[in-house]
């Protein structure tokens, strides 16, 4: 059976059904999920999070099942990375526009979920899966798309890997973790979908 998902684009008026988020799989969180629980909650004047990114052109989701429940959120921008379609090893090789995700979560209680249904039916898959479509519509951006995650996120890694987004050089220092976030990328492929799922 086939796992359907509403796509709702987000706004200050949804930050009650956010209030609770929670995608940590056990206390006490890990840091990355403290940070995508903590960014779709934030209010717009803590200049961060997604309602202040959303002023700068950030695209937000929640993700409803037939339930009327929050099962996650994601989110896509345009960031500009070295331009992944000229060889990594080229030194201070031009930076051109792409799509990034740069939050995406899903609720603890929807992890694995729905139950019995095979990977591509799971909501986790159907999140990414959504973002890859989106992206391929921003046709004014090459057709990558790129994200960060914590060099200890396993499980978040190894999803991106099942939806083929491989190892990049582009990095990013956090400050509070202490080290390098590894980047992802993904080349998007095919022609902007109006595929719905």
């Known amino acids: ?19 609770d988020f929670n995608c940590s799989e056990e206390e006490p969180a890990k840091l990355w999920e403290e940070e995508i629980n903590d960014w779709i909650r934030m209010e717009p004047a803590t200049e961060d999070g997604a309602l202040f990114w959303m002023g700068k052109g950030t ?14 959120y994601g989110s896509l921008c345009e960031s500009r990375w070295p331009d992944p379609a000229v060889v990594e090893k080229v030194p201070k090789i031009k930076r051109v526009p792409i799509s990034l995700i740069p939050a995406v979560g899903l609720d603890r209680r929807f992890q694995k ?34 994200l960060y995650v914590h060099p200890q996120n396993e499980k978040a890694i190894r999803l991106y890997q099942r939806e083929h987004f491989e190892n990049f050089a582009q990095k990013y220092w956090h400050e509070k973790a202490g080290l390098d976030y590894v980047s992802m990328i993904l080349k998007l492929v095919g022609e902007p979908s109006t595929e719905e799922e």
Do not use: C
Request: proline share 6%; charged share 35%.
């Open 1 to 19: 059976m086939a796992t359907i998902l509403k796509k709702i684009p987000f706004d200050a008026e949804l930050l009650p059904l956010v209030s």
């Open 59 to 72: 695209q937000v989701w929640l993700y409803v099942n037939e339930e009327d429940e929050v099962v996650g």
């Open 113 to 146: 979920k729905p139950d019995g249904a095979e990977r591509e039916e799971r909501y986790s898959t159907k999140i990414l899966r959504h973002l890859i479509r989106e992206a391929r519509r921003h046709v004014n951006r090459q057709p990558f798309l790129g």
